[in-house]
Nanobody, 121 residues
């Protein structure tokens, strides 16, 4: 069994920065693709960023140039550095391992519990 635990969320003013962490335990996620998602009230879960085993990254259009996903294998932790935050970035943020999209939604055997990010204007 593996577990993911997010932390680092909070309240920040527009234009500010936050760094989210996703600590993995219970298994080695080193070979997994890791991803960050977010979900605002009334919205579907949105893919924010992915980091593949080979190091390649992808970002959602709304966060390109502002967010950076990275991983520290020694700490078994994935990070999401968020800069130039906007009120529309307000959401619950989740990390997941090896997510797949089918049936109109994202699925993973490993989801964290989420961390809330609120950006005030």
């Amino acid at each position: 069994q593996g577990h993911l635990v997010e932390s680092g969320g909070g309240l920040v003013q527009a234009g500010g920065s936050l760094r989210l962490s996703c600590a993995a335990s219970g298994r080695n996620f080193g070979s997994y693709a890791m991803a960050w998602f977010r979900q605002a009230p009334g919205n579907q879960r949105e893919l924010v960023a992915t980091l593949r085993d080979g190091g390649s990254t992808n970002y959602g259009d709304s966060v390109k140039g502002r967010f950076t996903i990275s991983k520290d294998n020694a700490k078994n932790t994935v990070y999401l550095q968020m800069s130039s935050l906007k009120p529309e970035d307000t959401a619950d943020y989740y990390c997941a391992a090896d997510p797949v999209f089918f049936g109109g939604s994202w699925h993973s055997d490993y989801w964290g519990q989420g961390t809330q990010v609120t950006v005030s204007s």
